[in-house]
């Protein structure tokens, strides 16, 4: 079956830069997508398509892309951004959906 | 703007049928650009996808649990329907519903529910 691989966790200090990476075999053929979870709330999609950012959320989280890794950048991280991240893409023939095990950002 | 909310017991014995429902409210859940589905996540670990159901009621489910669940829509009710045969413990979790965009290469989830907790057990 297929897989997204994420760091478990990621730890940076207010102000830095937080990158969180996503590999998966079928990347350079799929989009990825990038959700916010904070605890007791509902996920909140943050990056589609690889690089787009949906209205409302932050210039601050972007997305990149390159061959089998797509990646999640939080500039000037803020205190507010403590929570899992998820990415989530499509197997090779669009059949179904995954998601990584998630990453959990902690703000120092 | 678009408002899903799931509905469903919060307790279901072993070897039964867990039923879940997710109301849409703010939106038609008919449009054509747009699949409807289920996510869960079990304690202490990650989201998993489950299934997605088009207003016609086409399916696409996660290989992995295909043989015991099943979505259906209804479009005049404006909701959409999902049920896991034979629950054992490991499907105890927190399910939410959302819409997916399924179209030009895309397929996102967005928005959600806010989630309902399920527990399984006797």
């Known amino acids: 079956s297929y897989e997204l691989t994420q760091p478990p966790s990621v730890s940076v200090s207010p102000g830095q830069t937080a990158t969180i990476t996503c590999s998966g075999d079928?990347?350079?053929?799929?989009?990825a997508y990038w959700y916010q979870h904070k605890p007791g709330q509902a996920p909140v999609l943050v990056i589609y398509?690889?690089?787009r950012r949906p209205s409302g959320i932050p210039e601050r989280f972007s997305g990149s892309s390159s061959g089998t890794t797509v990646t999640l950048t939080i500039s000037g991280v803020q205190a507010e951004d403590e929570a899992d991240y998820y990415c989530?893409?499509?197997?090779?023939?669009?059949?179904?959906?995954?998601f990584g095990g998630g990453t959990k950002l902690t703000v120092l | 703007h678009l408002q899903l909310q799931e509905s469903g017991p919060g307790l279901v014995k072993p070897s039964e049928t867990l039923s879940l429902t997710c109301f849409v409210s703010?939106?038609?859940?008919?449009?054509?650009?747009?699949?409807w589905g289920w996510i869960r996540q079990s304690p202490g670990k990650g989201l998993e996808w489950i299934g997605s159901?088009?207003?016609?009621?086409?399916?696409y489910y996660n290989p992995s649990l295909k043989s015991r669940v099943t979505l259906s829509v209804d479009t005049s009710e404006n909701r959409f329907s999902l049920r896991v045969t034979s629950v054992t413990a490991a499907d105890t979790a927190v399910y939410y519903c959302?819409?997916?965009?399924?179209?030009?290469?895309?397929?996102?989830?967005?928005?959600w529910g806010q989630g309902t907790l399920v527990t399984v057990s006797s």
């Open positions: 959302a819409r997916q965009w399924r179209d030009q290469s895309l397929y996102y989830f967005d928005p």
């Open positions: 703010g939106g038609s859940i008919s449009g054509s650009n747009y699949y």
């Open positions: 159901v088009y207003y016609s009621g086409n399916t």
């Open positions: 079928a990347l350079p053929k799929q989009y």
């Open positions: 398509g690889d690089t």
């Open positions: 989530q893409s499509t197997d090779n023939t669009g059949t179904y959906e995954v």
